[in-house]
C-alpha cells in the first residue's frame, strides 16, 4: 500500500511523491535571532534534501533589511551554485532612487531573467502603495509576473490596496504572504481571495491554528493556496508537518506544496 | 490502549487542554473524544491536560472538572493549574505538591493572566514543595518572561521548569539558562529555530526538548516532523517524544 503524505511526516521520510516548492523562503543569518549554520544556501539545501524540498523561492534576510543589492547578488550566487534549487526573488527597497531601481531591474532582466519579485514593506519602513515600488509594478505587470508581499499594507488596509492595484496593474498576481497566522488573519485573507481572482494564499508563518489550513481550503480551494516556509527564518520542518498532516486530500496537499506554486511562478 | 507510530516512537504531549473557552472556532475541539481522535490520527499515545475551566475561570474548580473528566481515560494524564498559597484558594503548597506527584501528574501556571508573581514573597512556598516532590511545571513565556523563568530556576533547584511558547527568537535567553540551569526544559512545538533542534541536543543534550501540540489550539503535524525529520539519533528522537516528560512525571520505563 503506498504511503500516505502523513506517513511521511510521522517516518521523518524525505517527500519523494510530491513536488515541493518552498514559496517564501529566505537566507542568511538575521539580527534579530541566531540562524543555524548562518541560514547559508548549503545548510538550505542540507535541509531541502532532508525533506524532499524541490526548490525553494528565495529573498535573502539582508536584501529585506539593510542591503537591498548585496542581498540580491547573494541569490544570484547561490542561484548559480545550486541551479534549480533555489531560484531568487528579486527584492527592492522603495526608498533607493528609481534610476537605482531600474537599473537593478534591468540587470535581472538581462541576466537570468525575473521569476517574481518579493516586498517587505514593512521592513523596509514603509508600505506597499510607496512611490517606490512603480518600477517593480510597472515590470511585473508588463511582463504578467507574481509579487508575494509581507502584507499588501497602505491605506484602507490590503483590500483597498488590492483593488487599487489590481485596477491599475491587471496582469499582476498577488501573494498575499501569511495568510494563515491566526483565525483573523484566515478569514480576512480568505476574503481577500474570494474578492480578487489574483491573489494567491501564501501559508508561510510560525504557526497554524487547529483547523486553519481546512477552513481556508474549504472557503478558496486548494489552487490559490501556496506552502512556503520562511527557512531559514524558521525552520521548516513544522510547516512541512502540518501540511503532510492536514484533514484534506493528499491530492489537495499536492497542489498547494508545489504544483500551484510551480504553475504561478513558471517553474 | 497502546498507540505507537508507525516509526516507533511513542510520542507523549506534555501541552493539551480540554474545556470550553471564550473564542472557539467551528474547526476545534473542547472534549476528551475530540483531544483522543486528533492524537489517533497522527499515533500521540498519551499526554499531560489542564482544563480549560482552570485557566480562563477558576483553577480550583477547573482542576476538579479534570479529575471529573479524566477519569478513566489512562492516556490522559492530569496536569494541574496552581495558584500561590497567600490567598489559600488552592491546598497548602506540600499538600498540593503531594497529590499531584501521587497521580503522576504535573502543574501549569498562568502568573500574568492569575495576576500573582513568581518571586519568594508570593510564590516561594508553591515552588519549594513542587521542588521536593521534583513536579513539573510548565509554563509559558509570556506569563512569566526570561528574567522571571532565570530567578525560579535559581531558588528551586529541582523542580523541572518546561517553557512554552517561545519560538524561533529565543536562543540569545535560552541559551545561557540551558547552560546554568539543569531544571530548564523548552517545549518542542514552538522551538522554530532553523536546525536548532540539531544544536540543542549536539550542546545540552536531547532530554533538554519535550514534545508538545498546544492542542486544540494548534496542529500537532508540525511539532511531529520536527523531531521525525532531525538529523539526531533515533534514542534522542524517543526522548523528546516522550522519553523525557515521563521520566519527569516518575513513570518507570
Excluded at chain 1, 508600505?127 to 515600488?133: A, I, N, Q, S
Excluded at chain 2, 528551586?156 to 519560538?167: D, E, N, R, S
Excluded at chain 2, 508538545?212 to 503535524?221: D, F, H, V
Aim: one cysteine or more.
Amino acid at each position: 500500500m503506498p504511503m500516505s503524505l502523513q506517513d511521511y511526516a510521522v517516518t521523518g521520510t524525505p517527500v519523494d511523491d510530491a513536488h515541493i516548492v518552498d514559496a517564501h523562503a529566505h537566507m542568511g543569518p538575521y539580527f534579530n535571532f541566531m540562524v543555524g549554520d548562518d541560514g547559508s544556501a548549503a545548510a538550505m539545501v542540507r535541509m531541502m534534501d532532508r525533506l524532499g524540498i524541490d526548490v525553494s523561492i528565495v529573498s535573502p534576510h539582508i536584501a529585506l533589511t539593510c542591503d537591498w543589492l548585496e542581498g540580491n547578488r547573494h541569490v544570484a550566487q547561490a542561484a548559480a551554485e545550486f541551479p534549480g534549487r533555489i531560484v531568487p526573488f528579486v527584492v527592492v527597497n522603495p526608498h533607493a532612487p528609481r534610476a537605482a531601481i531600474d537599473a537593478e531591474i534591468a540587470h535581472w532582466h538581462d541576466t537570468t531573467g525575473i521569476v517574481a519579485f518579493k516586498l517587505h514593506a514593512s521592513l523596509h519602513k514603509t508600505d506597499t502603495m510607496h512611490e517606490g515600488y512603480t518600477a517593480v509594478y510597472e515590470y511585473a505587470d508588463a511582463h504578467a509576473l507574481p509579487i508575494l508581499s509581507h502584507s499588501w499594507s497602505g491605506s484602507g488596509g490590503p483590500m483597498k490596496v488590492i483593488e487599487t492595484l489590481s485596477g491599475r496593474y491587471p496582469k499582476i498576481e498577488f501573494v498575499n504572504a501569511h495568510s494563515a497566522s491566526g483565525w483573523a488573519v484566515i478569514d480576512a485573507s480568505c476574503e481577500l481571495a474570494e474578492k480578487f481572482e489574483r491573489v494567491h494564499l501564501d501559508l508561510t508563518g510560525s504557526l497554524l491554528v487547529y483547523g486553519g489550513l481546512e477552513r481556508m481550503v474549504e472557503r478558496v480551494g486548494a489552487e490559490r493556496i501556496l506552502w512556503g516556509t520562511d527557512s531559514p527564518f524558521i525552520d521548516p520542518r513544522p510547516a512541512l508537518g502540518r501540511m503532510l498532516c492536514a484533514q484534506v486530500p493528499d491530492e489537495d496537499k499536492r497542489k498547494m506544496l508545489g504544483l500551484n506554486a510551480k504553475r504561478l511562478y513558471r517553474l | 490502549m497502546s498507540v505507537e507510530s508507525p516509526d516507533g516512537l511513542r510520542w507523549f504531549d506534555c501541552n493539551a487542554r480540554i474545556g470550553p473557552w471564550s473564542n472557539p472556532q467551528l474547526e476545534q475541539f473542547t472534549d476528551i473524544d475530540g483531544l483522543l481522535a486528533a492524537w489517533d490520527r497522527v499515533g500521540i499515545e498519551a499526554g499531560l491536560v489542564h482544563h480549560t475551566w482552570a485557566w480562563e475561570w477558576a483553577p480550583p474548580q477547573g482542576n476538579a472538572k479534570l479529575l471529573e473528566e479524566i477519569a478513566g481515560h489512562e492516556r490522559l494524564r492530569p496536569c494541574f493549574v496552581a495558584l500561590p498559597p497567600g490567598t489559600r484558594e488552592i491546598e497548602p503548597p506540600r499538600e498540593f505538591a503531594a497529590m499531584v506527584r501521587g497521580m503522576g501528574g504535573a502543574v501549569r501556571i498562568f502568573p500574568n493572566m492569575h495576576n500573582w508573581r513568581v518571586s519568594e514573597w508570593c510564590a516561594g512556598a508553591l515552588f519549594d514543595a513542587l521542588a521536593e516532590q521534583g513536579v513539573p511545571v510548565l509554563v509559558d513565556v509570556g506569563e512569566i518572561d526570561w528574567e522571571g523563568i532565570a530567578g525560579v530556576l535559581e531558588r528551586h533547584a529541582g523542580m523541572p521548569l518546561i517553557v512554552l511558547g517561545f519560538y524561533y527568537r529565543c536562543d540569545r535567553f535560552a541559551y545561557p539558562l540551558l547552560e546554568r540551569y539543569p531544571d530548564l526544559y523548552l517545549e518542542s512545538n514552538s522551538y522554530g529555530v532553523f536546525e536548532g533542534i540539531e544544536m540543542v541536543c549536539a550542546r545540552f543534550g536531547a532530554e533538554r526538548l519535550i514534545f508538545s501540540t498546544a492542542l486544540p489550539e494548534l496542529e500537532a503535524g508540525g511539532p511531529m516532523a520536527l523531531v521525525t525529520y532531525a538529523d539526531i539519533p533515533d534514542e534522542d528522537k524517543q526522548k523528546i517524544a516522550g522519553g523525557t516528560m515521563r521520566r519527569l512525571l516518575g513513570e518507570v520505563s
